[in-house]
């Protein structure tokens, strides 16, 4: 299955976009790919392109300006959007950067094509509702963790979201997400394991 078969068949699941819904879209997607390390955008960077990654993972992340400490805020796996939505959306500077944690392939949209699909389109304008559903939940599921869910079932939800993450990512990244230091990682991860 070629990128853009993999594209076309997730936009057909989560918005019903038909064959001839994405032939319209066609000539905008790019491809690109990105070595471990590399940045999909950075911190007060205006975010003008919408990924879909077909493989990697990726992060964003903030950075204590005092302490250098790097905070992961959301992370991107494949067949899932990437994008830093509140400044896609409004065209405004960034508050993360975006990065990838391993090696990874993502097909893109840049913004203004994306908005003359949906001025073309009745099925692209509701892709485009549907793509910030999911960005509203994805921000309130993440935020309604840290009130609400232990760190042990943080770690669960992160395995059910991104099942391959341990494979590819290393500890103290997973820990940062997680909101928790390595050893308290450890000790859930030894706790589950015998379960």
């Not at 699941?13 to 066609?26: M, V, Y």
């Not at 300006?65 to 899932?80: A, D, I, M, P, R």
């Not at 939505?85 to 090696?103: M, R």
Request: glycine share 6%; hydrophobic share 35%; aromatic share 14%.
């Amino acid at each position: 299955m070629t990128e853009i078969d993999k594209l076309s068949f997730a936009l057909q699941q989560f918005a019903g976009l038909t064959a001839e819904d994405f032939e319209l879209s066609a000539a905008y997607w790019k491809h690109k790919t990105y070595k471990k390390g590399e940045f999909y955008n950075v911190h007060r960077n205006i975010c003008k392109d919408l990924g879909f990654v077909t493989s990697g993972t990726f992060r964003s992340y903030t950075v204590n300006e005092e302490t250098g400490e790097e905070k992961n805020v959301f992370l991107y796996s494949s067949h899932g959007f990437l994008v830093t939505f509140k400044s896609f959306i409004n065209q405004i500077p960034c508050d993360y950067h975006t990065q990838a944690l391993t090696d990874a392939t993502i097909v893109y949209i840049n913004i203004i094509d994306l908005l003359s699909l949906y001025r073309q389109s009745h099925q692209w304008e509701t892709f485009g509702r549907l793509l910030a559903q999911e960005a509203f939940n994805v921000t309130m599921t993440r935020l309604e963790g840290f009130l609400f869910k232990s760190p042990e079932q943080r770690y669960l939800d992160l395995i059910h979201d991104h099942p391959d993450i341990f494979n590819n990512v290393p500890l103290y990244h997973i820990s940062s997400y997680l909101g928790i230091q390595g050893p308290s990682l450890s000790r859930i991860r030894k706790r589950l394991s015998r379960k």
